[in-house]
Nanobody, 123 residues
Framework: QVQLVESGGGLVQAGGSLRLSCAAS????????AGWFRQPPGKEREFVAA????????NYADSVKGRFTISRDNAKNTVSLQMNSVKPEDTAVYYC????????????????WGQGTQVTVSS
């Protein structure tokens, strides 16, 4: 398991940009695939994006494709989510997660989770 801490959340106007970061506690973070999930108020947690160990492969939910970009820096044990052209429906608590399996959108495949960071998009 690995400890994960998200940062970068906050209030942003619709159409604006925000960058979330996730810091891992172990140098061996490169051994894990990583993903971002979010939970809008009153809804279930949903997949946002995932990235492979090396960063060569990524997957995105249709709702964010073309607007969000996931990346990682294994030398710094971090993974980021660049959010552009944000919409009010992007409002949610965003969670960083790590998996021992290849890149996947299934929440059950992730064994380590951060505490989450709030993103609020105003209209």
């Amino acid at each position: 398991q690995v400890q994960l801490v998200e940062s970068g959340g906050g209030l942003v106007q619709a159409g604006g940009s925000l960058r979330l970061s996730c810091a891992a506690s172990r140098r061996t973070f490169s051994s894990y695939s990583a993903g971002w999930f979010r939970q809008p108020p009153g809804k279930e947690r949903e997949f946002v994006a995932a990235i492979s160990r090396s960063g060569d492969n990524t997957n995105y939910a249709d709702s964010v494709k073309g607007r969000f970009t996931i990346s990682r820096d294994n030398a710094k044990n971090t993974v980021s989510l660049q959010m552009n052209s944000v919409k009010p429906e992007d409002t949610a608590v965003y969670y960083c997660a790590a998996s021992s399996d290849p890149t996947t959108a299934l929440a059950t495949a992730y064994h380590s989770w951060g505490q989450g960071t709030q993103v609020t998009v105003s209209s």
